[in-house]
């Protein structure tokens, strides 16, 4: 059985046996939403008190910046690995175990003020961003399915949510609570979050048989996306042409022709790369990296024009906390815009959906250029509309996945797609770091740095959605 049979419901004479989730689908649902809406806040935990750590930690920034890079660089790394072990035994079980190091990460984090310990508990928090991918494979197994696709777009809406509420809740926390204090609330939400797993979410059927573990590829994904999005994070400050650069990338590029060869020669592999190179496959994966991209295009560049000082002409020089709230609006509009956005997936098909999400937020790029210089309201709106079509876009992707991928690789397959919007995203910071250094003997960056840089946004939305028109499935041809 494919998932897209699982899907579009039972097409032959013998009854389906009824999901496991069926009872309850609303508090499953909304039970996975929160456990990704947890990890989705730990992203941005330490960013509201980063520019104070130096100081406090006796370390240059630029080893303080190690606490996000190595968050990122822990979840990409997670997403298909987890999902292959999720695949193998059992979505649920990987996702307590994300959280399970979410919580141990906060723990060490909150009792130490060691730059070693505080990195290495970062990382362990970083693993926990496999719970969104993982939750919504574990949706797509164990509700019915005509509850599944809002379900996996609720679930999919807590990024936006999550990136909307993760900058002013971090910073009220701090303000009231310190720096060990967001590790105590976030150690706290975890447990919380898998108490609830545990309870209300039930385990989806046992796999009739195991698969053996592919440690050689697991390790092999490991070093090739360490390489490269370490290269990618700090080439700017080390220098592109920097040894240390050069080596990260020359490690990522071996690493990843190594896995190539051991992957095609394995019965169980980690990652399918036949099915993986795919049309379909490519066209959704390589789309991805870009929705990725534009994505962190909007978050870095709407932050940085409303962070930056007035006196640049174009900068509304808000703090932290207020910078959140004027996020809040889109992420909110985000949440909002997911159930309907899986309402037309279901009535259109994901691939329309996808689309028209990606022509909403080119327009919301477009409009960026003449509205984020002005009023602050302007680009507030322009925000929530470029949210609103990511949020569209996001809560699409997995049910155009599913469509195109075996029951059996689903895990694996969402992590892959979450690896490549991280991927997306690590280019998209690096970009940001070239455009925004500011110029020998100049006191602010250009505003034409600021417009560059959202046009490389609105281009990389609009190459997405003429890739997703591209996009053909087996189970989709002649389908939208």
Known sequence: MTTHQILTGPGSEKPARAPAGARHPVRVALVVAFAALVTTLNQTLVVPVLPGLPARLQVTPSVAAWLVTATIIAGAVAHP?????????????????????????????????????LIAGRALQGLSSATIPLGMSLVAVVLEPRRRAAAIATVSAMMGVGGALGLPAAGLVSRFWGFHGLFA???????????????AVPAPPRRARARRVDLAGAAL??????????????????????????????????????????????????????AAVSRSAAAINGGSVLIGFALFANFLG?????????????????????????????????????????????????????????????????????????????????????????????????????????????????????LARAIGMSVSSAVFGIVTTVPAGAAFVARGAFDAFTVAGGVATLVALALFLLQRSGHDTGRA
């Open 81 to 117: 690995v987890l999902g292959r072990l999720g695949d193998q035994f059992g979505m649920r079980r990987m996702m307590i175990v994300a959280l399970c190091a979410m919580v141990l990460g906060s723990l060490l984090c909150m009792v130490s003020d060691d730059i070693a310990v």
């Open 185 to 199: 609330v976030s150690a706290s939400a975890g447990v919380v979050a898998m108490a609830a797993l545990l309870l």
């Open 221 to 274: 994904l490991t070093c090739s996306t360490v390489g490269l999005l370490v290269g990618l994070d700090r080439g700017g400050e080390w220098g592109w042409t920097n040894a240390l650069t050069i080596a990260c990338f020359a490690a990522a590029l071996v690493a990843g022709c190594l896995l190539t060869l051991v992957e095609l020669r394995r019965h169980d592999p980690l990652i399918d790369l036949r």
């Open 302 to 418: 709407i932050v940085g024009r409303l962070q930056a000082p007035a006196a640049t002409g174009y900068g509304h020089g808000l703090s932290v906390l207020a910078t959140g709230l004027c996020l809040l609006p889109g992420g909110l509009l985000a949440a909002t815009v997911a159930p309907l956005s899986a309402r037309l997936s279901a009535a259109a098909g994901p691939r329309v959906t996808i689309v028209s999400g990606c022509a909403v937020s080119a327009a919301g790029f477009a409009a960026q250029i003449p509205l984020g210089h002005g009023a602050l309201w302007g680009l507030i709106c322009v925000v929530a509309v470029i949210s609103a079509g990511n949020a569209m876009v996001m809560a699409a992707l997995p049910a155009l996945i599913l469509r195109v991928t075996p029951e059996t690789d689903i895990g694996v397959t969402n992590g892959l797609n979450a």
